[in-house]
């Protein structure tokens, strides 16, 4: 990586300066000297070249541009990063602005600076014109901010970043997960099957980009648990309709066979249908005979229907 850096600032700082190094043979400038000595790793070496060098013209932004990039590689990442912040927006060059922040967030997490890290992802999504760059970098900004307050224990604010991430990236599925295991520990019942509604909604679109369905069949029978008991727009058994469609859709596509049927057993299960759950289950364990749970359960069923040998 820092060979790629080097190379391209040395090639910035070559084609910036070389109307001042063209006729420069016979006595190399302080300037000159500073690039050649980078551009051969003589970091230690091009050090004072850069002062002199600032000290003739230190309001360069060229200059100080250069210089952060030797103090990086001297490990001098404070001043580093003093410089490179003064500069950071001296340039018309988009990509350049960029490239200079892109550096800045990368210092800050080598220090572990995380919310200034998130701070920088937030510019570089104010200045790049490209949509899906926007939202990469804004991704990146709440990831990070989400991880901050996830350790802090903040929820309201992890919430918020979660919401964030969930309008920028093309699949939120994980996100969603997460605001619901946080819904479901406050115990907020209207909260836990709004939410379900819209997951439902969402996964529903988004149908194409699920590569495992068991989080989102556990939210559904969840829901339809909490709406046994709670005064909502649906009912169980709406939720039920809901699971029995998608694992049908699925089926096959992202549901294997005997998933399914362990599906449709819990359906049945929940939907007091012990009779319909046994036979389900018998032919379960045609296809799956050394399951244990799946076994006690078989014995369980035929306790409660009087079949028990």
């Known amino acids: 990586m820092r060979t790629g850096r080097n190379t391209i600032l040395l090639i910035m700082l070559l084609l910036v300066f070389c109307p001042f190094l063209s006729g420069c043979e016979a006595e190399e400038s302080p300037y000159a000297a500073a690039v050649r000595l980078y551009g051969e790793g003589k970091y230690t070496e091009a050090e004072p070249f850069f002062i002199t060098a600032l000290d003739s013209d230190p309001n360069n932004a060229t200059l100080k541009l250069g210089h952060a990039y030797n103090l990086i590689e001297l490990d001098k ?4 990063l003093d410089e490179l912040i003064a500069v950071q927006d001296s340039f018309a060059d988009e990509s350049i602005k960029l ?3 892109k550096t800045i967030v990368d210092l800050y997490l080598t ?3 995380l919310a200034g890290a998130a701070r920088v992802y937030e510019e570089l999504a104010g200045i790049t014109a490209d949509p899906s760059a926007q939202d990469s970098y804004l991704a990146l900004a709440s990831t990070i901010r989400a991880d901050i307050y996830r350790e802090k224990g903040d929820e309201a604010n992890l919430k918020k970043e ?3 991430l969930i309008t920028v990236k093309t699949f939120a599925d994980k996100e969603y997960y997460e605001l619901y295991s946080l819904a479901l520990a406050s115990g907020e019942r209207a909260e836990r ?3 379900a509604d819209e997951i439902i909604a969402y996964m529903t679109g988004h149908s194409s980009y699920i590569s495992e369905y068991s989080g989102f069949l556990s939210v559904i029978f969840d829901a339809a648990d909490v709406a046994s008991y709670t005064e909502w727009t649906k009912k169980s ?3 039920f309709l809901t699971a029995e469609d998608i694992i049908a859709k699925a089926e096959g596509a992202g549901i294997t066979e005997n998933q399914a049927l362990k599906y449709k057993v819990i359906i049945a299960e929940r939907r007091g249908k012990t009779e319909v759950a046994y036979k389900l289950l018998g032919v379960y364990l045609n296809h799956c005979p050394d399951d244990e749970y ?3 359960e078989m014995d369980y069923l035929g306790n409660r229907l009087g ?3």
Not at 77 to 80: D, F, G, T
Request: aromatic residues 4%.
């Open 77 to 80: 990442i404070n001043n580093a």
């Open 99 to 101: 490239s200079l922040r």
């Open 111 to 113: 220090q572990n600076n």
């Open 162 to 164: 979660l919401r964030k």
């Open 193 to 195: 099957l709004a939410l």
């Open 237 to 239: 058994e709406d939720y």
């Open 294 to 296: 799946a076994l006690k």
């Open 307 to 309: 079949l028990a040998e």
